[in-house]
C-alpha cells in the first residue's frame, strides 16, 4: 500500500484542483511521492484531451487588468462546469493568462495563444492545465483597449462564482472626473449588453433591415400611409437603444442618454468591450 495521508490527499487536491478517486490513483502509481503523482495526474489528463475535444466549455470566468491608467487586457476563459470555474487551480490559470497577455502586449487572441511560457506556447500550458483538473480549457477570446482613460469593470452574476461579466471602457479625457464616468458607463454596459458604440457603427445592412422590418410591421398594423415615416423612424430609434451605446438611456439617471452624460462629462467614449461568459 502506498505510503501517503488524508493530509497528502488533500494538498495534492489543492495543488492540482484534480478529483480525490484521480489523486488518490496517482499517488498509489507514484507510491506516495507528491511531485511524481502530479506528472501522473498530467499524463494522464493528456491522453484524455483528444476526447475532451468535443465537449462543450460554456463555464469559466472574465478576467481584466489597466495598465498605468490608459491600456486595458481582458479575456475569457472557458472551462466545462462551474465547480472547476470556481476552483483555485482554474482562476490562477485564468490570471496567468492575463499577466501573460499585459506582459506581451498581446493584440489578439493569436499573438496571445502563441506567447511563449517557460519554452512552452501558452496555448499548450493552457492544455496541460485542463489536463490536471480534467476538463476542456479553452481561452475563448481578448481584447486590448488603449485610450486616454481606460477603465475596467468586472461583474458576478453569482456570489459562488467569479466574474462572468467584464468590460472594457476607454475615453479620451483625463482627471478624475473622466474616470468616474468612464466607471460608471462600465458598469452601465455590463448591465445593459449594447454591442456598438455609435450608431455610425451599426452596419448600413442592418440599418436596412430593421427599417424594412418595421415599415412592414406598421403596415400590417394597418397605420395610415401619412404616419408611417415617422412610425418607422420611431422604431428604428428604438433599436438603436437596445444595441447602441450612446443612444441608452443611463442606467443611473434613465432621463439621460448615455451620450450626454459623457458630453456633461467633457469626454468621449472612444471604444469599449463586453465580454459575459458563454455568450
Do not use: W
Amino acid at each position: 500500500m502506498a505510503n501517503y495521508t488524508a493530509a497528502d490527499i488533500k494538498a495534492l487536491r489543492e495543488r492540482t484542483g484534480a478529483g480525490m478517486m484521480d489523486v488518490k490513483k496517482a499517488l498509489d502509481e507514484a507510491n506516495g511521492d507528491a511531485e511524481k503523482a502530479i506528472e501522473v495526474i498530467r499524463v494522464k489528463g493528456l491522453k484524455g484531451a483528444t476526447k475532451r475535444e468535443g465537449r462543450s466549455a460554456a463555464e469559466g470566468l472574465v478576467a481584466a487588468k489597466v495598465v498605468d491608467g490608459n491600456v486595458g487586457y481582458m479575456i475569457e476563459i472557458n472551462c466545462e462546469t462551474d465547480f472547476v470555474a470556481k476552483n483555485d487551480k482554474f482562476i490562477a490559470l485564468a490570471n496567468q493568462v492575463l499577466e501573460v497577455a499585459v506582459s506581451t502586449g498581446a493584440a489578439d487572441l493569436e499573438a496571445l495563444l502563441g506567447a511563449d511560457v517557460n519554452g512552452k506556447k501558452l496555448a499548450d500550458v493552457v492544455v496541460e492545465e485542463g489536463a490536471i483538473l480534467g476538463e476542456k480549457v479553452v481561452v475563448r477570446r481578448m481584447a486590448r483597449l488603449e485610450g486616454a482613460t481606460v477603465d475596467a469593470y468586472l461583474h458576478k452574476t453569482s456570489k459562488d462564482l467569479p466574474a462572468q461579466v467584464g468590460v472594457l471602457m476607454a475615453v479620451d479625457g483625463n482627471g478624475d472626473e473622466a474616470h468616474t464616468v468612464a466607471h460608471d458607463v462600465a458598469v452601465h454596459t455590463a448591465a445593459l449588453a449594447p454591442t456598438h458604440l455609435s450608431r455610425e457603427d451599426v452596419s448600413a445592412e442592418t440599418v436596412a433591415n430593421e427599417r424594412r422590418i418595421a415599415d412592414e410591421t406598421a403596415r400590417a398594423e394597418g397605420k395610415p400611409e401619412a404616419a408611417l415615416s415617422k412610425i418607422v423612424e420611431g422604431r428604428l430609434t428604438g433599436f438603436f437603444k437596445e444595441i447602441v451605446l450612446l443612444d441608452q438611456p443611463f442606467a443611473k439617471d434613465s432621463k439621460k442618454l448615455v451620450g450626454k452624460v459623457l458630453e456633461e462629462a467633457g469626454v468621449k467614449a472612444t471604444g469599449f468591450a463586453r465580454f459575459r461568459v458563454g455568450s
